[in-house]
Structures are given as C-alpha cells and as structure tokens.
C-alpha cells in the first residue's frame, strides 16, 4: 500500500509562484509514474504534470507548459511540481497521483488547496 501526502499549497497573487510537494510512503514498484493533477469546483479532475520513474519521461498539460516544472526525487520518495506565473484559472485543488505500471496499484493524496487571487 503507498500512501501520498501533498503539500505546499495555499493563497496567492495572480503571477506569483508555488511548489508543491509530495511525500509518498510504502512500497512503490517500477516501473511507475507519478504526478499531479487537479480539480477545480465544478470541474472535472484533469493532468497538471507526470513523470517517470526514471526521469526520463515527463508530460505537462497545454495549460501548464512553460509555467511549470516536475521534478522527483526516487531515493526520497518523493514528487515536486515548481509552478510559475500563477492565474486565477490555476485555482484548484492538486492532488498527487502514483501509478505503478503493468500492476495494480493507482493512488492518489488527499490533496493541497492552491487559490490564485486576482
């Protein structure tokens, strides 16, 4: 069982910058990918960013390319997303997510608040 517990969030100006980070705890298999998505009210959830195990494959939403970098740290367990030039649109709730591929096993945090004030 993995547990993840996100971090980070919170209120802030339109422009300004955020990392969140994720602490994932238990056995975590590769191959893997882990990521953040996020939900806005009355939105359904939708990708932010992912990344491999590795490294060596990361995937960023449209939305956010250019304004957001995804990073991990393996041997810590754990997951980071640096977000830049933040808009009222980026309000949601961000949740951490880790698959482990070619088994079972989709968890996901209980999730961090980022509101961007206008």
């Known amino acids: 069982q993995v547990q993840l517990v996100e971090s980070g969030g919170g209120l802030v100006q339109a422009g300004g910058s955020l990392r969140l980070s994720c602490a994932a705890s238990g056995t975590i298999f590769s191959p893997n990918v882990m990521g953040w998505y996020r939900q806005a009210p009355g939105k359904q959830r939708e990708l932010v960013a992912t990344?491999?195990?590795?490294?060596?494959?990361?995937n960023y939403a449209d939305s956010m390319k250019g304004r957001s970098t995804i990073s991990r740290d393996s041997a810590k367990k754990m997951v980071y997303l640096q977000m830049n030039s933040l808009k009222p649109e980026d309000t949601a709730v961000y949740y951490c997510?880790?698959?482990?591929?070619?088994?079972?096993?989709?968890?996901w945090g209980q999730g961090t608040q980022v509101t961007v004030s206008s």
């Open positions: 997510n880790l698959v482990h591929l070619g088994r079972r096993g989709n968890y």
């Open positions: 990344v491999t195990g590795s490294g060596g494959i990361i």
